[in-house]
């Protein structure tokens, strides 16, 4: 799944690399996606299923 960042003030994103999750269904598809994607960044904006996959959007800075 790719993974956007988008600056806390505002402002175009950009990418931020990709995740690969793996889940038995899709209501724990979109709980872990999130779970690992909070444990990166400071916010997670939004996770998406599209036509083509799924796509994440992140805020701000990768946690250290």
Do not use: N
Request: a neutral charge; glycine letters at 10%; hydrophobic letters at 45%.
């Amino acid at each position: 799944m790719p993974v956007f960042l988008q600056p806390a003030g505002g402002g175009l994103h950009a990418p931020a690399g990709a995740l690969e999750v793996e889940a038995t269904g899709h209501d724990e598809l979109l709980a872990m996606a999130r779970a690992l994607l909070a444990k990166r960044y400071r916010r997670v904006r939004s996770v998406s299923f599209t036509p083509s996959g799924m796509i994440a959007y992140v805020e701000d800075e990768v946690r250290s």
